[in-house]
Structures are given as C-alpha cells and as structure tokens.
C-alpha cells in the first residue's frame, strides 16, 4: 500500500511557475518503479505529463518537455514537478501517481497509487 500526497497547485498568471510536490508513504513504497505525473482538464481525458523512475530514466510529455521538469529526492520518497512557463491550456487536476509493476512508464492504467489531485489554474 502507498499513499501519496500532492502539494503545490494554484492560480498563476501565464508566464508564471509553479513547483508541486508529491510524497510517497506506505508499507509497500520500496516496490515503487516510478513515480509521476498526469493531468486532466475539464472535459478532457487524463493525460501523461512526466515520471521519473528509480532508475534515474525520466519520460516527458513531447509538448511539454522544456517547460516541465521531474525530479526525485529518493530520501523523502518525494517527486516534484516543475513547471515554468505556464501557460491557460496547463490548467487541469494534476495527479502524482506511483507504478510498481513493469510496463509503460507513460500510461496512466499502469500506475497502481494515486494522489488525490492538486488544481493548477493559468490565468490569460
């Protein structure tokens, strides 16, 4: 079992940043292949943005990549994302979710543990 917490989301002007962070708890966190990042906008599908595995291989959305950058702190088993140069179309939920089974790194059905979900509003 793993609980993840999301922090950081907010309202930001576009141009702004922002910096969320997601902690990983539980009896089972040692298993955890990777840890990520997925957004999902009013109306829209959930859709992959970044993961990071305890390889050290790291996974971007094409669009986003650039703009968005995954780290790690394996101490804290923390994962943050940054996000620099927002922009409206960034508005959405983002979801911090942790995979402990093999597969693809980048769709949302492989991951095991959600986080509950942080808005992320981009003001024009």
């Known amino acids: 079992q793993v609980q993840l917490v999301e922090s950081g989301g907010g309202l930001v002007q576009a141009g702004g940043s922002l910096r969320l962070s997601c902690a990983a708890s539980?009896?089972?966190?040692?298993?955890?292949?990777?840890m990520g990042w997925f957004r999902q906008a009013p109306g829209k599908v959930r859709e992959f943005v970044a993961t990071v595995g305890w390889n050290d291989n790291t996974y971007y959305k094409d669009s986003l990549r650039g703009r968005f950058t995954i780290s790690r702190d394996n101490a804290k088993n923390t994962v943050y994302l940054q996000m620099n140069s927002l922009e409206p179309e960034d508005t959405a939920v983002y979801y911090c979710?942790?995979?402990?089974?093999?597969?693809?790194?980048?769709?949302?059905?492989?991951?095991?543990?959600w986080g509950q979900g942080t808005q992320v509003t981009v003001s024009s």
């Open positions: 539980g009896r089972t966190v040692s298993a955890v292949l990777y």
């Open positions: 979710a942790a995979k402990a089974a093999l597969g693809l790194p980048t769709a949302p059905g492989g991951y095991d543990y």
